[in-house]
């Protein structure tokens, strides 16, 4: 074990960073770095900060362990573990299943030695595990993935069963309990209920069980029927749910590539910093008999995390102790840093967990408010309101192209809106002899979803 001398007392956060970087990468001992002070000043606001963030891991033990190569440590990747006190994982229907589509218990003995990895080093761990299908389609004896969604859902119900079986079975061997979530998007919908989901996970990561959660593929009718399935986008909004730093994705591909990840001359994108436009043309859509998605789908499971202030690591789910490296900081799969500053829970339910009952249009000025300046939604701004929505419902802010923007709650139904779009609040006093509002959508209830592309930082 290597001491930081002269860290009995930590007065920057910043401090253990450089002790670390000031030892040899050579030197394969484990770094123990001392307890954070129980007053520890916190940084004020949502920040990515050191500081910050320590002072939100006080109650955890933090390891920092040094691999003996140091070419396979990447010092960003080294940031962003050290700042990660819960991972979602998420691990989908190919990882888990043979090319026979029976369901592979090797696999999953693999992987969840790397879930208690994590778990050993004092961080809590949550599973999002596709492959209720396939496991049914295994313990049916079939081989192709059924068409009519009563068979589907059938088919998952039989699956499921199996699934948690073999991973309560096998995490038991080391000591650690699986505890089975079924959630469906209504449960992300209602706020209530949202809250109800958050606690229910802290409280078993509290009680030492893996939390496992998956698509309730039984009642769950449009995750059944989509191109792309609904666990990678799942995995995201439960990362945001529990404000997880970390998200972790592993697919059948070892992360995103410059071309057809078959071709040997397509490159591993080791880092991205932003979901722009070239990094969305990366994407090769793939289609298999026994799940649904591809890349495209994980970027934007990432790109939810990454716009919440969160990161996001896209890695082979094949790969030998995957998640072991990682933990260890090697440069595994592709990471996608967190996008500005951590998104409130209040904002992150409004922007990603709900389900928009409307859209309103504004102009390049209003666009220029909400994006960049932290401002309120105004009727001056807005050109048009489609769909039939009421005074609280969330809706999808969006511009003129209708790219969406933003969310928000709105204070005046679709009806008013078409009614005041375009008006000063003095107007809108004269028409409808009352001005409740003097925003459709005030900032404290907006949460922008683009990000500000010259910046790079969202303003929510």
């Known amino acids: 074990m290597v001491p930081l001398a002269g860290l009995s007392i930590v007065q920057d956060a910043a401090a253990i960073l450089n002790a670390v970087r000031s030892i040899s990468l050579a030197d394969p001992r484990p770094i123990a770095l001392p307890p954070v002070p129980a007053n520890l000043p916190v940084c004020p606001g949502e920040n990515r900060s050191f500081r910050g963030m320590i002072g939100r891991l006080k109650p955890i033990p933090l390891i920092v362990k040094i691999a003996k190569e140091s070419s396979t440590v990447d010092s960003l990747r080294q940031e962003v573990i050290s700042q990660t006190d819960i991972v979602v994982v998420k691990v989908g229907t190919r990882v888990l299943t043979r090319s026979d589509g029976h369901l592979d218990e090797d696999q999953i003995r693999r992987l969840s030695e790397g879930l208690c990895s994590w778990l050993e080093s004092g961080r809590k761990v949550v599973l999002v595990s596709s492959g209720a299908v396939g496991a049914g389609m295994s313990q049916m004896g079939w081989k192709e993935r059924p068409n009519d969604l009563a068979h589907l859902q059938a088919v998952a119900a039989i699956g499921q069963t199996k699934l948690i079986e073999a991973y309560d079975r096998i995490l038991q061997h ?217 005074k609280g419902d969330v809706v999808s802010i969006r511009d003129q192209e209708r790219r969406e923007i933003a969310r928000g709650l709105t204070n005046y139904s679709a009806a008013d809106i078409l009614r005041i779009r375009g008006l000063r609040s003095s107007e809108i006093l004269e028409l409808l002899g009352q001005c409740p509002y003097e925003e459709v959508v005030h900032r404290d209830n907006l949460a922008v979803t683009s990000c500000d592309r010259e910046s790079g930082s969202e303003k929510v």
């Open 174 to 390: 080391h000591g650690r309990m699986a505890g089975q979530v079924l959630l469906t998007a209504d449960d992300l919908n209602h706020h209530g209920r949202y809250l109800n989901v958050r606690n229910t996970l802290l409280t078993l990561m509290h009680l030492g069980a893996v939390p496992i959660v998956n698509e309730n593929d039984t009642v769950a009718v449009d995750e059944l029927q989509t191109t792309f399935g609904d666990n990678d986008r799942l995995a995201a909004m439960v990362t945001n749910l529990l404000r997880a730093p970390l998200l972790v994705i592993l697919s059948d591909v070892q992360g995103l590539y410059d071309g057809d990840p078959r071709l040997p001359s397509s490159q591993r994108i080791p880092t991205v910093t932003a979901i722009d436009d070239q990094v969305l043309g990366y994407v090769q859509l793939t289609k298999n008999h026994l799940s649904k998605g591809g890349m495209g789908s994980k970027l934007e499971a990432a790109r939810i995390a990454t716009t919440a202030g969160e990161n996001v690591i896209i890695a082979g789910g094949h790969e030998p102790q995957v998640l072991q490296r990682i933990l260890a900081c090697e440069s595994v799969g592709t990471l996608f840093t967190a996008q500005g500053k951590r998104v409130t829970p209040w904002k992150r339910w409004i922007a990603f967990a709900v389900r928009p009952r409307g859209e309103i249009i504004v102009d390049a000025g209003a666009c220029q408010a909400l994006v960049n300046h932290g401002k309120s939604l105004l009727a001056i701004g807005i050109t048009d309101s489609i769909g039939n929505f009421d």
